[in-house]
């Protein structure tokens, strides 16, 4: 594995632990019968998704990470595989927490653009590193 790789996914397991602080957020708020959270389905929805897609998209990260050594890509493609594939689960999260941050907020403000950025860089990370790895 390339001495990027491995960093990048270093930098990946170092920023778990934030997904589980996220984590023991929303269940500090079940427990708490935070009406901010409990009472607001817009809110719950949002907070629900940014942790899920934080947790979820750095693990699919990883196995990005495994793979993008072996593709038939230029050293300047296997980077920007490496960076969509680290930013996505820091941009959506990022996109569905702040777009929503008062307590009474009904929908999400313009923060909620960073939930498209995102979903971008994760498509355009998979779909180079699927054909660079067709290409191989
Ligand atoms: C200490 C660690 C963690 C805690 C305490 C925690 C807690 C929670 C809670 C309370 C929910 C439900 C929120 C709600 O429905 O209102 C949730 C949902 C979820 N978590 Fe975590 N989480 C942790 C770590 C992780 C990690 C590491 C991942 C992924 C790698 C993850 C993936 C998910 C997913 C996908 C959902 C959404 C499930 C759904 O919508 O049905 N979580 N988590």
Do not use: C
């Amino acid at each position: 594995m390339s001495t990027a790789s491995l960093t990048t996914a270093a930098i990946l397991l170092i920023a778990l632990p934030t997904v589980e602080i996220g984590g023991l957020a929303l269940l500090s708020m079940i427990k708490r019968r935070d009406p901010g959270y409990m009472d607001n389905p817009v809110r719950q929805n949002l907070f629900r998704a940014g942790h899920a897609h934080a947790g979820v998209w750095i693990v699919l990260a990883l196995v990005g990470m495994l793979l993008v050594d072996q593709a038939a890509l230029s050293d300047g493609l296997k980077m920007l595989v490496r960076v969509g594939f680290a930013v996505a689960p820091i941009l959506m999260p990022l996109g569905f927490f702040l777009s929503v941050v008062p307590a009474r907020a009904d929908r999400p403000n313009g923060v909620i653009s960073l939930v498209y950025v995102g979903g971008l860089a994760l498509a355009l990370a998979t779909v180079t590193l699927g054909v660079g790895l067709l290409l191989a």
